[in-house]
């Protein structure tokens, strides 16, 4: 069972930063997807930026030149470095394991960490 462990959310001003980190209970090496989304409104998940074992990134237009997503594989966390946060960035934010098995591909999710942007 794939178990992931969030940290570095908190409190922030408009224009400050934060970085999101996501431990990850297996190897992440090989994991097809690897990503952090946001809950919205009707408590629907969206993502925010999403990194493939290929290396190749996404990113949500709203995060786009503001958020960086980065994978230690050593380390088997993804992070979330977001900078210039805005008051709209206040959410949840939940990693997200997206792994490719044969029957099928299975989301595994943190528990969520609270962002709140606020003067």
């Known amino acids: 069972q794939v178990q992931l462990v969030e940290s570095g959310g908190g409190l922030v001003q408009p224009g400050g930063s934060l970085r999101l980190s996501c431990a990850s209970s297996v190897d992440i090496k090989s994991i097809y997807q690897l990503g952090w989304y946001r809950q919205g409104p009707g408590n629907v998940r969206r993502p925010v930026a999403t990194?493939?074992?290929?290396?190749?990134?996404d990113y949500a237009k709203s995060a786009e030149g503001r958020f960086t997503i980065t994978r230690d594989n050593a380390k088997n966390t993804v992070n979330l470095q977001m900078n210039s946060l805005k008051t709209e960035d206040t959410t949840i934010y939940f990693c997200n394991d997206k792994i490719n098995y044969t029957s099928g591909i299975k989301n595994y999710w943190g528990q969520g960490t609270q962002v709140t942007v606020s003067s």
């Open positions: 990194i493939r074992n290929t290396g190749g990134r």
